[in-house]
């Protein structure tokens, strides 16, 4: 397998993804605008994608990818099989247990993470509404985690596209009938986000049929306690307690910030919110992309006890991070008025909400290479068994955000989170590439010094083209006018795009010298 061809396909349909979430939210914007309405509905939507990221993506997938990696490399196919059998019994299971506690408990989950909101009743009715969101997704990690081993990347990295699709249709559909009818017409929203669970968990089942592993889940009660008992199943609860500790800690952060944002002002969190998903655009093109490839390929490295390819496939990861999340982060620096612009000012987001919504971009801006980064160096832990010490670089990254966040606050309002995320994802990164670099797990490849300085200096000439198309067009004023608006951000993107490579390829660097084979 040629792992950059199967990063970039990754890539490729999670730009799908990233595409359609943009015009979700730029829906959401032009409808709701940077409102109370909007603030309850983030805030009840990451009440279940905060667990999702514990049970699902976080320490869940940490614990299970590695061991299915292994298992498969050791014991074949058949212990396989009935290692996922117990594990989707077993999770199935905790997580109709975890819906029931969070629908009952989500007026206490409301006021945890968002006791500021001015619609605090609609956000508890949202939340109930959809926390067993947590539940489909859950199983769609599962699934995730059998199909990327098996290099089946497609499925999942087009997958979310089914909620944005889900939430536009609810939106455009749903809203103004909920309207007429006197109904908040923000409920559609969370109507839309559980049939795109539901869509979301219904294309796994033809995938994983097709390479005959689609979990078969225990209902008898005999069956349930073999599963419990099952080693597989113990290997993963025992990963999954620090795993759980060090994705609760950056998830503690989140929930911190937001109740914080939510007591600075009426929008606040909306602000964020929008900042947080161009932020996200790169951060799932490049570092989930590298994340997903790289895990499983580690994870048989390290079965091979085969050190050398270990350190290479790591040195290709960061490599390709500096190479492209370092253009992406200045663009969000220097260039987020054009951005923001085109995409969210329409209808009821004024002029007003750009200006926030720059700022706040521009705190994740700084911290975009080490938020990417993270995602290459963590698993390079989680695939040698070790998840410890990735959590207590996230405890004392906790500790250093907050600290920041009594310095920014008060300096930069709502904004002050964002850059304090920014700085302390730099932190994250560094204390993880200094332990691999300790233990020796890593080894950086000759001609770095080199490389770096060709990178520089194209990320300067990508920075000056910046700065000035931030200026040469009035990106605000041209609100009325929105094809030619979205004509010159393609152009001024396009243009600084073509500069980058120019200069890379001027100083002698080919993308082809990323070509390796998995």
């Known amino acids: 397998m040629n792992l950059l061809k199967a990063a970039s396909t990754v890539s490729l349909l999670t730009l799908v993804s990233r595409i359609t979430g943009l015009v979700r939210e730029q829906l959401i914007a032009a409808m709701f605008g940077a409102s109370a309405a909007t603030d309850a509905f983030n805030v009840a939507f990451r009440i279940p994608n905060l667990f999702r990221r514990l049970f699902a993506e976080g320490a869940f997938s940490q614990a299970f990818v590695p061991l299915i990696g292994a298992t498969r490399e050791r014991e074949g196919d058949a212990a396989v099989r009935t290692l996922i059998d117990a594990v989707a019994t077993v999770l199935a299971w905790v997580l109709l247990a975890t819906c029931i506690a969070g629908v009952a408990g989500a007026p206490v989950l409301v006021?945890?993470?968002?006791?500021?909101?001015?619609e605090f009743d609609t956000a508890v009715l949202l939340t109930r509404l959809m926390f067993p969101y947590i539940g489909l997704m859950s199983m769609v990690a599962l699934a995730a985690g059998i199909l990327n081993t098996w290099?089946?990347?497609?499925?999942?990295?087009?997958?979310?596209?089914?909620?944005?699709?889900?939430?536009?249709?609810?939106?455009?559909l749903g809203a103004p009938w909920l309207d007429a009818r006197g109904v908040p017409p923000?409920?559609?929203?969370?109507?839309?986000?559980?049939?795109?669970?539901?869509?979301?968990?219904?294309v796994q089942v033809p995938a994983l049929r097709a390479i005959g592993k689609l979990p078969r889940v225990g209902v008898a009660p005999a069956t349930v306690r073999a599963a419990w008992r099952h080693e597989g199943t113990r290997r993963v609860l025992k990963q999954m307690a620090p795993a759980l500790l060090g994705v609760s800690v950056a998830q503690l952060s989140l929930v911190?910030?937001?109740q914080i944002a939510s007591h600075v002002s009426v929008g606040a969190v909306s602000w964020l919110s929008y900042a947080d998903r161009l932020m996200e655009f790169p951060t799932a093109l490049l570092g989930v992309a590298l994340g997903v490839v790289l895990l499983p390929q580690l994870s048989a490295a390290d079965a091979r006890a085969d050190s050398a390819r270990y350190s290479d496939l790591l040195d290709w990861g960061l490599r390709l991070v500096l190479l492209l999340a370092l253009p992406c982060a200045i663009a969000l620096v220097v260039f987020p008025i054009g951005l923001v612009s085109v995409l969210f000012h329409y209808g009821r987001f004024a002029a007003g909400d750009v200006g926030a919504t720059v700022w706040a971009l521009?705190?994740?801006?700084?911290?975009?290479?080490?938020?990417?980064?993270?995602?290459?160096?963590?698993?390079?832990?989680?695939?040698?068994?070790?998840i410890r010490t990735p959590v207590k670089i996230a405890?004392?990254?906790?500790?250093?955000t907050q600290g920041l966040n009594l310095v920014f606050v008060p300096l930069f309002g709502h904004a002050g989170l964002a850059l304090a995320i920014g700085v302390g994802a730099l932190f994250n990164a560094g204390f993880l590439l200094r332990g691999l670099l300790v233990r020796g797990t890593y080894r950086p490849a000759s001609g770095w010094g080199a490389f770096a300085l060709k990178v520089l200096l194209a990320n300067a000439a990508l920075a000056v083209a910046l700065l000035w198309a931030a200026e040469a067009v009035d990106w605000i004023g041209l609100q009325g006018a929105p094809l030619l608006r979205a004509s010159w951000l393609a152009a001024a993107l396009a243009g600084v795009a073509?500069?980058?490579?120019?200069?890379?390829?001027?100083?002698?660097?080919?993308?082809?010298?990323?070509?390796?084979?998995?």
């Open 186 to 202: 923000i409920l559609a929203l969370g109507i839309g986000v559980m049939a795109g669970g539901v869509l979301q968990a219904a």
């Open 256 to 258: 911190i910030n937001t």
């Open 395 to 400: 405890i004392g990254v906790l500790a250093a």
């Open 362 to 386: 521009r705190g994740y801006g700084v911290g975009l290479l080490g938020i990417i980064a993270v995602k290459v160096l963590a698993p390079a832990f989680y695939a040698r068994g070790d």
């Open 151 to 172: 290099q089946r990347f497609a499925v999942p990295a087009v997958t979310p596209v089914l909620l944005n699709l889900a939430v536009i249709g609810a939106a455009v």
């Open 111 to 118: 006021w945890l993470i968002g006791a500021g909101l001015a």
């Open 498 to 518: 073509l500069l980058y490579f120019a200069v890379l390829s001027a100083c002698g660097l080919r993308l082809r010298q990323f070509m390796r084979r998995g």
